[in-house]
Nanobody
């Protein structure tokens, strides 16, 4: 049973930084794709960043490119999302997701497992 547990959310001011963590368990994730999605109130869930666990290749939504960095630590089975220069429009619940496939995807429907989410609020 795959489990994904996010942590690190909180209330910050515009321009601040925050790092989210996603502790993954229940599988060997070497062939997986890991992703971070976010959902603001009244909006659909959207892709933020993804990483191939085996190769470490990363990709980002245009809205976060240059400000967010996704990474993974194989020894800790943990995926991180480093968020810099935060803006009020980054306010959302952030979800970690895992897909049992190494291929790049931006679509939430292609991910197999989800965490419970962590709230990030950016005040202006």
């Amino acid at each position: 049973q795959v489990q994904l547990v996010e942590s690190g959310g909180g209330l910050v001011q515009a321009g601040d930084s925050l790092t989210l963590s996603c502790a993954a368990s229940g599988r060997t994730f070497s062939s997986y794709t890991m992703g971070w999605f976010r959902q603001a109130p009244g909006k659909e869930r959207e892709f933020a960043a993804g990483i191939s666990w085996s190769s470490g290749v990363t990709y980002y939504a245009d809205s976060v490119k240059g400000r967010f960095t996704i990474s993974r630590d194989g020894a800790k089975n943990t995926v991180y999302l480093q968020m810099n220069s935060l803006k009020p429009e980054d306010t959302a619940v952030y979800y970690c997701a895992a897909r049992a496939d190494y291929r790049r995807t931006y679509y939430s429907g292609t991910y197999d497992y989800w965490g419970q989410g962590t709230q990030v609020t950016v005040s202006s």
